[in-house]
């Protein structure tokens, strides 16, 4: 047992889509979580089971259809929209499987970016964000210029320019080879251990599912033990 305080409770989520004019398909169906401060948690469950889904109402990217999300206490879609985006520029960082670099931007140019959108824009903060993740000599390159893991880690960075409390990674390692995949699961808990961050992470990649402190199992659109 632990006595962190909690960082997110979840309650009652839903969430469908719409498949015809009078069919949606019930992906999320009464999601209950809590995340930690400072945890790492991994979420598995089969393809199309909503991992996804959940991420994105968690990074609110995506608003649900009923069920709250509380973050320190705050009930997050209760804001306006400028506040949820503002909210999410300052709190939230984003890894994709895919890194989703520009690619006619360089290393740090890239990472620059959500510091742009929250006005700090600070490029010494990039550079440093970068030699956090092992790229010190990579900051004009180019992601063509770039391995795949390098590129990975650039994202890594990016996400992380902004000091954001939590960390949503949609399988960060799915697109690597063991050896960077690895790298990205020893520089997540390097990043945990130095910044306090919390990350939830969606995983196919049973090795670091086990070695997170909690996995959470989606099936058939609810948490199963
Ligand atoms: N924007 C959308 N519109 C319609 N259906 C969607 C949309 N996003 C996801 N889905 C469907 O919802 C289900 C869950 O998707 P997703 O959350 O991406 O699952 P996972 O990440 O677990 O593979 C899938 O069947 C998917 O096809
Ligand atoms: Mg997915």
Do not use: W
Not at 85 to 106: D, M, N, V, W, Y
Not at 129 to 148: A, D, F, I, M, Y
């Amino acid at each position: 047992m632990t006595d962190r305080e909690i960082l997110i409770e979840v309650t009652s989520l839903k969430k469908s889509y719409p498949v015809t004019n009078d069919t949606r398909l019930e992906v999320l169906k009464g999601i209950y979580l809590n995340i930690l401060k400072e945890e790492i948690v991994a979420i598995v469950g089969k393809s199309g089971a909503g991992k996804s889904t959940l991420l994105h109402i968690l990074g609110t990217l995506d608003k649900p259809e009923s069920g709250k999300v509380l973050f320190e206490s705050e009930d997050v879609f209760l804001k306006k929209e400028k506040q949820i985006a503002e909210f999410r520029s300052r709190k939230i960082g984003f890894i994709f499987q895919f890194h989703h670099l520009l690619p006619e931007f360089t290393a740090i140019e890239n990472v620059m970016i959500p510091s742009m959108i929250s006005g700090t824009m600070d490029k010494a903060r990039a550079e440093e964000v970068l030699t956090e993740v092992g790229l010190k000599n990579r900051l004009q390159h180019k992601p063509s210029e770039l391995s795949g893991g390098e590129a990975q880690r650039v994202a890594i960075a990016r996400a992380l320019i902004n000091s954001p409390k939590l960390v949503l990674a949609d399988e960060p390692t799915g697109n690597l080879d063991s050896e960077n995949a690895d790298a990205v699961i020893d520089l997540i808990f390097d990043l945990r251990k130095k910044y306090k961050q919390t990350f939830v992470i969606v995983t196919h990649n049973e090795e670091f599912a086990n070695k997170c402190d909690r996995i959470i199992k989606l099936h058939d659109g609810k948490v199963v033990q």
